[in-house]
């Protein structure tokens, strides 16, 4: 399976967030690290824009190694499909830049969800329609045949956020969703904020409770 990360330094809320330091390596690391555990994707490759604003970001990927994409700024559904479409793929996982504590386990999971045959013509499979998980640890598989379908009736905001218009229109889309019955309680393992970026340093310092 394939692993799209969406990723670009110029976020609204916290620019720069997926460079800066967590215990000694950029928060994008720590996401890359987190998917790579898993034992069901076979690629990873980071979508980014075009922009010059995400030049420091592909300076750090060229250094390390890591494969990227590179694609529209703000229609993040055409960057995520034409990077599908690049490797030639039916399928892909979207895993948000954010989320430095991913379980590779719920990556797995969805995985095997998807292989099954009852399941193969579903255009997203999913854990947040409706949310049971924390933000932080959202996974999908989008079927890429339906997310170029589905593109040119996207709004902007809808092609900024990719599936939201999957979740609007989910009456005439097939969607499955699965659910945790683990969290309890509302808990963020995203890094939206520069406040969210203190206590994500202080969970993976207790790697008693964060596999790592």
């Known amino acids: 399976m394939l692993a799209i990360i969406q990723a670009r330094t110029s976020s609204k809320r916290f620019k720069n967030k997926i460079l800066h330091n967590i215990n000694g390596k ?10 790579k555990k898993s034992k069901k994707v076979s690629k990873i490759v980071v979508s980014t824009s075009t922009s010059k604003t995400d030049n420091k970001l592909i ?14 700024l ?13 490797y030639k793929k039916k399928n892909f996982l979207r895993i948000n830049g954010d989320s430095p504590l991913m379980d590779s ?15 193969k013509k579903y255009d997203i499979i999913t854990n947040v329609f409706p949310r049971t998980f924390p933000k932080g640890q959202s996974v999908e598989i989008i079927n890429t045949a339906s997310l170029k379908y589905f593109l ?10 990719v599936t939201k218009y999957f979740y609007r229109n989910h009456s005439k889309l097939k969607i499955k969703n699965f659910k945790s019955n683990k ?13 969210d970026l203190i206590r994500i340093k202080k969970l993976l310092k207790n790697k008693s409770s964060y596999e790592y």
């Open 59 to 72: 300076q750090y990927l060229k250094n390390n190694k890591i494969t990227y994409f590179r694609g529209d």
């Open 152 to 161: 040119k009736e996207m709004n902007s905001d809808e092609a900024e956020h």
């Open 74 to 86: 703000k229609n993040v559904a055409k960057r995520l499909l034409d990077t599908a479409l690049y």
């Open 105 to 119: 386990k719920i990556i797995d999971n969805i995985i095997l969800i998807s292989k099954k045959k009852s399941f």
């Open 26 to 35: 950029p928060l994008i690391w720590h996401v890359i690290k987190r998917v």
């Open 183 to 195: 969290y309890r309680g509302k808990i963020k393992l995203s890094v939206d904020t520069k406040k």
